[in-house]
Nanobody, 124 residues
Framework: QVQLVESGGGLVEAGGSLRLSCAAS????????IGWFRQAPGTEREFVAA????????YYADSMKGRFTISRDNAKNTGYLQMDNLKPEDTAVYYC?????????????????WGQGTQVTVSS
């Protein structure tokens, strides 16, 4: 079991930045990949970014490229999502997820563990 806890969400003006954190505990000895997804009210869960355990393989949704950066610190068992130049359409609950098999994918069904989510609200 891996427990994930997100933090760092909040209210920000358009053009601003936020950094989300995802703290992992439990079975953190496995070489798990991490992914970030988001979901706005009335919409389906949307892929944001994913990163391999090594930190060397990352994958972004096209609309996030150049604005969002995924990273991780394995010594701290923590993943991050740096979000810059935020737009009102980025408003959503953001979730981190872990794949024990190390999959780096944009499909939420491939992830084994999920956090509870953190709200990001971008005002215009």
């Amino acid at each position: 079991q891996v427990q994930l806890v997100e933090s760092g969400g909040g209210l920000v003006e358009a053009g601003g930045s936020l950094r989300l954190s995802c703290a992992a505990s439990g079975r953190t000895g496995s070489r798990y990949s991490i992914g970030w997804f988001r979901q706005a009210p009335g919409t389906e869960r949307e892929f944001v970014a994913a990163l391999a355990y090594s930190g060397g393989g990352s994958y972004y949704a096209d609309s996030m490229k150049g604005r969002f950066t995924i990273s991780r610190d394995n010594a701290k068992n923590t993943g991050y999502l740096q979000m810059d130049n935020l737009k009102p359409e980025d408003t959503a609950v953001y979730y981190c997820a872990a794949s024990i098999d190390g999959k780096v994918a944009g499909t939420w069904e491939l992830y084994d563990y999920w956090g509870q989510g953190t709200q990001v609200t971008v005002s215009s």
